[in-house]
Every structure is written in structure tokens, then in C-alpha cells.
């Protein structure tokens, strides 16, 4: 098989493993434990990057690979100091190695174009499209009991993870509508078919993290957008109708709007400042090296008798590897949100209200180190388009042969 051959069956590949992250817990044969959709496209897209060889791997990115691999190494060195018999946590943390070089793969073939951000945004879109069909027939339906209301699942995917799917396709969405020209032109409007149904996946999910995630997207997107005076009189109209009608549907939903006054009336966070409050006292006792994250688990298991998470990404890097890894963590995420100011000052919105909604989603979400979807959005940011027209001028030429 040809390389040009190759690269389309890659790029396939890359965009059925991003048609599959809200299938990922899907199991009906019972092996998703270890071996679901998303695992084997996945697979299949890395197996063929590999065989590539050089082509799927771009020396640029490599130097925040380096960073990565570097905190890596630290959490399996501590992992390894701070293990007892009773932890149930991977010291090795497969899933970041992973993460890690699905990261640098997806970073390389967008940088090289051999997928294009509007290719792997409509993809996800699509999934999502079908989620809320199949959810419309009950397929893949479920519910969750929290704070007296019932919130919706998908194929064992929780709530709030429900609730982030379809807040990013409805700013994937908006954005289609928003730069038709950076898009797919006049065929982006067709997402407006989309957003009602988007809309409401996001109240039945009752995650309030989610809706506030998903309107400062929105609002960022449609205020910082450079555009003629004319269209921008058109973006704030559109964001008058979009706030309307957004308060609208969360008049209408029980549960966001039940949760919501909860939130304000409690001045809560569902918990989450207590868990805070708790990583940061089990850190300030290890602050320059921290736990590992077996080391973490058994602090936690001591607070609340069962593992739990920190539900903050730089809280859990933090207590798991101290100020070291911490500080290698944030040196690596400068280059994102340089590349995000960057791209802005070129005239594009999208990786800044992107960067907004990683930033505003891994603050408060549990698991997010091993997050397939935060890592994809970070691989988005640091490639090097919308696109470079000067860098840029013609197709790979690995296409044309």
C-alpha cells in the first residue's frame, strides 16, 4: 500500500476514533473494561501512524512531548515510593502514556494537514448527533439520582460528561455558523438543525459546570470574533437570541434549573470545595514531590473510606507530584495558551474559546489526567493552523505521490 493510501486510512481512522469518544463505555460484549470502541480505533489509527513511521511524528512537538514524558517518569517514580498492598491505582498510569501519544499523533497529522480541525470538529459533531437520536429512542439511556432530581446518562458515561459532550458540539456548532469561510461554507448552517437538540442533551445532563463551560464559550466566541461592523452587529444579535433563548430552555428544564438555584441558594459547589480543601491539606504535608498517585489514593481512601478524585487537574498534578510536576505541567500549557493569543492575534477565535473550555472544564471534573476528549482539545490548540496559508501553500507531498 502506497503512502498516500496509508495517510487516508490514518486519517480515517483518527476520525472514527473521534466519532467514537461519547460511545467509549459502550459494552454489549462485555469486554469494554478493557478493550472498547474508542481503544480499538484508536489503535488502529496509533498501529498505522507507527508503521508510517517518521511522517506520523513531527520533531516540533516533540519538545513538550519531552515535558510530558518527563512528569510521566515522576508520577511512576513516586507511584512506586508510595505504593502499599491495598492500592488499587495503576502505577504506571497506561492511560497517560497513551494520552500522551495520541496527543503528539493527532498534534503531527494536523500540523502536517493531513486531517483538517473542521474535518475533526464535524466528526465529533456528528457523534453527538447520533447520540441525541439514540437517546430520543432510549438507546443507551440511563439515570442518576443526585441532590433530589434525576440527570441522564449515556452508555455509562456520567452526567456531567453528557453535559461537556454537548456543550463542546454546540460550540463546534456555532462556530460553523459563525466562520462559514474557515469552515464548510454555507453547508455550516446546517448545524442550526443541530443546536436545538444539543440544547437540550445539555439540561437533561444537569451539569451546571457544563452550562456555565459551554455560555462563557459562547460568549467569548461571539464577542472577541473579528469580523466586518456589519457582521458584528449580527454577532450581537445572535448572542441576544442565543442568551434568550438559553434561559429559556432553562426555565423549561426541572433539572438544570432545580440544580442551578441549589447552587446559588447553598453557595455549593456539589462538594468540590470540600474535596479542594482536603487534596490541599494532604499536599501541604508533601509540597515539593507530593504522593504519586498511589500514594494520593491512600490519603483519600483514609479521608472518605473509598478512592476518589480531586476533581481539579492541577490540584491532582499538584498533590501527585508536587511543585515540580506541577511547574513542568504549567511550563507545558504556556506554549497552549501562547499558540491560543497567537492564532487570536491572526484573526481566529476558535483556539481561545477552546483553550476557555478546556481551562473551565478540567477545574472541576474528575479523572481529567486520563481524559481522551481534554487531551484531543489540547492537541487542537498547539498544532499550528487555522490555517498558515504562508507555510502552507500546497497539500503534503506525500498526497501526490
Not at 466562520?179 to 443541530?194: C, E, I, M, R, V
Not at 494532604?282 to 514531590?289: E, F, N, R, V
Not at 472544564?361 to 486520563?370: E, F, L, R
Request: include cysteine.
Amino acid at each position: 500500500m502506497s503512502k498516500k493510501n496509508l495517510l487516508n486510512f490514518k486519517r480515517i481512522c483518527l476520525l472514527l476514533f473521534i466519532f467514537s469518544l461519547p460511545f467509549e463505555y459502550w459494552n454489549p460484549f462485555g469486554i469494554a473494561s478493557f478493550f472498547s470502541v474508542t481503544k480499538m480505533t484508536g489503535f488502529m489509527y496509533a498501529g498505522v501512524a507507527l508503521f508510517i513511521g517518521k511522517e506520523s511524528f513531527d520533531q516540533s512537538i516533540f519538545k513538550y512531548i519531552r515535558l510530558l514524558l518527563l512528569l510521566w517518569i515522576l508520577l511512576v517514580i513516586l507511584s512506586m515510593l508510595n505504593y502499599i498492598g491495598t492500592n488499587t491505582v495503576s502505577i504506571f498510569n497506561f492511560s497517560l502514556i497513551q494520552n500522551i501519544l495520541m496527543y503528539w499523533l493527532i498534534a503531527t497529522d494536523i500540523k502536517k494537514r493531513n486531517v483538517h480541525i473542521k474535518s475533526i470538529m464535524l466528526s465529533f459533531v456528528l457523534s453527538i448527533v447520533l447520540m441525541s437520536i439514540l437517546l430520543m429512542f432510549g438507546i443507551g439511556l440511563g439515570q442518576e439520582f443526585e441532590e433530589g432530581v434525576s440527570r441522564i446518562t449515556f452508555f455509562e458515561n456520567n452526567p456531567n460528561t453528557v453535559g461537556v459532550l454537548a456543550g463542546l458540539a454546540i460550540v463546534f456548532s456555532l462556530y460553523f455558523i459563525l466562520n462559514p469561510s474557515k469552515t464548510f461554507q454555507k453547508k455550516g448552517t446546517l448545524a442550526l438543525l443541530a443546536l436545538p437538540g444539543f440544547i437540550n442533551l445539555l439540561m437533561l445532563s444537569g451539569s451546571r459546570g457544563a452550562l456555565i463551560t459551554t455560555a462563557l464559550s459562547i460568549v467569548i466566541m461571539l464577542i472577541m470574533n473579528k469580523s466586518t461592523p456589519f457582521k458584528r452587529i449580527l454577532q450581537f444579535g445572535l448572542l441576544v437570541i442565543a442568551t434568550s433563548y438559553f434561559l429559556d430552555k432553562l426555565m423549561e428544564s426541572e433539572v438544570m434549573y432545580k440544580r442551578l438555584t441549589q447552587s446559588i441558594e447553598e453557595g455549593g459547589t456539589g462538594g468540590r470545595d470540600e474535596i479542594w480543601d482536603n487534596v490541599v491539606d494532604i499536599w501541604s504535608t508533601k509540597p515539593l514531590l507530593g504522593y504519586g498517585t498511589t500514594g494520593f489514593e491512600t490519603e483519600m481512601v483514609k479521608i472518605y473510606g473509598v478512592r476518589k478524585d480531586s476533581h481539579n487537574l492541577f490540584l491532582y498534578i499538584l498533590v501527585t507530584t508536587g511543585i515540580v510536576g506541577i511547574f513542568i505541567f504549567l511550563y507545558f500549557f504556556f506554549f497552549h495558551i501562547k499558540r491560543a493569543v497567537e492564532e487570536f492575534k491572526e484573526g481566529d477565535v476558535f483556539k481561545i474559546t477552546i483553550l476557555v473550555f478546556y481551562l473551565t472544564t478540567v477545574v472541576k471534573a474528575g479523572g481529567v489526567i486520563n481524559n481522551k476528549l481534554m487531551w484531543l482539545l489540547l492537541a487542537i490548540i498547539i498544532s499550528a493552523e487555522l490555517y498558515n496559508k504562508n507555510q502552507f501553500k500546497n497539500e503534503n507531498s506525500l498526497r501526490n505521490r
